[in-house]
């Protein structure tokens, strides 16, 4: 008997391919796992380590729930990330040293918290994670949202940015919450003018 198999991606495909023209999307309530931090990503120790052991738990728990008696095999997601500064309208893409950051990753509903620490010790038995026991299970609600395709490099993003506000300001509504990221390329694998970035903005 065939393995149920479910793909993230295509369960929300509006949410994760997004168009290089700003748009309007529907976020419903998903589950992340998520880590916090603060400071520059490009320079901070404790970016590189949320994010090694966001993936090393994403990749055990797939593991694992595929291996159940009643498996189902998914897809890993992709890395996210929310930036915001406090207060929340100093936020520049240029004062990276200034940012607080939550790196995340989408998990199917099913995963639950006694999954995730099963995952946890599995995990941590097989190499040092330091930011490993940071990981939290949590629902994110971000409701009513615009939302742009960057392709580049990261540093070259302020325009996009700017082009996704005068969007939301164009229709007209104002930012709320927290700017979102999500990093549909591999900057280990791919050429820096190749890499595509959600950039999703929550509106009110």
């Not at 010790?121 to 299970?137: D, S, T, V």
């Amino acid at each position: 008997m065939a393995m149920d198999k479910l793909d993230l991606k295509k369960a929300y495909r509006e949410l994760y391919r997004a168009k290089p023209q700003p748009a309007l999307v529907e976020v419903p309530p998903l589950h992340y796992l998520m880590i916090d931090g603060e400071g520059n990503p490009n320079t901070a120790q404790a970016y590189k380590e949320s994010v090694e052991a966001l993936f090393s738990l994403s990749y055990t728990l797939k593991f694992m729930i595929k291996r159940m008696p009643e498996g189902t095999d998914y897809g890993v997601m992709p890395l996210e990330g929310l930036w915001w500064t406090e207060p929340i309208e100093a936020f520049s893409v240029e004062r990276k040293e200034d940012w607080k950051w939550t790196s995340l990753m989408l998990q199917p509903d099913f995963i639950t918290p006694a999954l995730m620490e099963e995952a946890r010790q599995q995990a941590a038995a097989k190499k040092e994670l330091p930011a490993l026991p940071l990981i939290r299970l949590e629902r994110l609600e971000e409701g009513k949202c615009a939302q742009v395709l960057h392709i580049g490099p990261y540093a070259e993003e302020a325009p996009t940015v700017q082009r996704l506000h005068d969007f939301i300001r164009e229709q007209g509504l104002r930012l709320r919450g927290k700017h979102h990221e999500i990093y549909l390329g591999d900057p280990r694998r791919a050429a820096p003018d190749k890499l595509q970035t959600i950039i999703r903005q929550p509106v009110e």
